[in-house]
């Protein structure tokens, strides 16, 4: 059951919403690692359409003063997880998602060619629901299944891959309790 929980490259669970944000991984790369990000638009308000609306390049600058500066970005991420614990999918596993910008982890640069971006709802500086880490934890243990080189050590925040330049998933994101109920489904 568990095996077939991703096909294609795609959640079964998970709303698709395809990105045209985003293209192929450099052949031969292995996807070992996972990216933790958060967003919200506008900051703070949450059951928007416009996080799709950016993933999809389609938001409308006139809607808000702050999305004049963001609006032209082309960025994208595998997954979002919403605050009720919706799953929305942009681009499939196996493709490269724009998610990680200027990024190392561990010494390798371009975090985006061996990574998988999942975006939560939420603030940099707020905490997120329940609902949003029990649907992280189960779609994590999807991942290492589909992904065996993806290992807990391998799971990071985008503030971890970019820091100085990115606070997110930030303050409020609890690793340890994510952790848990990673190792608890396990
Ligand atoms: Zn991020």
């Given at each position: 059951?568990?095996?077939?929980?991703?096909?294609?490259?795609?959640?079964?669970?998970?709303?698709?919403?395809?990105?045209?944000?985003?293209?192929?991984?450099?052949?031969?790369?292995?996807?070992?690692?996972?990216?933790?990000h958060?967003?919200?638009?506008?900051?703070?308000?949450?059951?928007?359409?416009?996080?799709?609306?950016?993933f999809?390049?389609?938001?409308?600058?006139?809607?808000?003063?702050?999305f004049?500066?963001?609006?032209?970005?082309?960025?994208?991420?595998?997954?979002?997880?919403?605050?009720?614990?919706?799953?929305?999918?942009?681009?499939?596993?196996?493709?490269?998602?724009?998610?990680?910008?200027?990024?190392?982890?561990?010494?390798?640069?371009?975090?985006?060619?061996?990574?998988?971006?999942?975006?939560?709802?939420?603030?940099?500086?707020?905490?997120?629901?329940?609902?949003?880490?029990?649907?992280?934890?189960?779609?994590?243990?999807?991942?290492?299944?589909?992904?065996?080189?993806?290992?807990?050590?391998?799971?990071?925040?985008?503030?971890?891959?970019?820091?100085?330049?990115?606070?997110?998933?930030?303050?409020?994101?609890?690793?340890?309790?994510?952790?848990?109920?990673?190792?608890?489904?396990?």
């Amino acid at each position: 059951m568990v095996l077939q929980a991703i096909q294609d490259g795609w959640l079964k669970l998970a709303r698709q919403n395809i990105s045209p944000h985003f293209d192929e991984r450099p052949k031969q790369v292995d996807v070992d690692l996972l990216v933790i990000h958060c967003i919200s638009l506008p900051c703070g308000n949450y059951g928007t359409p416009y996080i799709d609306d950016l993933f999809l390049g389609k938001l409308d600058p006139n809607t808000h003063p702050d999305f004049q500066d963001i609006y032209q970005l082309r960025v994208s991420a595998h997954l979002l997880i919403r605050r009720d614990g919706e799953v929305v999918q942009y681009v499939p596993f196996d493709k490269r998602a724009w998610h990680a910008g200027v990024s190392q982890f561990q010494g390798r640069e371009k975090c985006n060619d061996f990574s998988i971006g999942i975006e939560l709802e939420g603030t940099d500086t707020t905490t997120f629901t329940d609902e949003q880490y029990q649907q992280l934890a189960e779609i994590t243990g999807h991942l290492m299944m589909l992904y065996p080189k993806l290992t807990k050590s391998r799971i990071v925040g985008h503030e971890h891959i970019a820091p100085g330049r990115k606070t997110d998933p930030g303050i409020g994101f609890d690793w340890d309790h994510y952790f848990h109920s990673l190792e608890k489904r396990a």
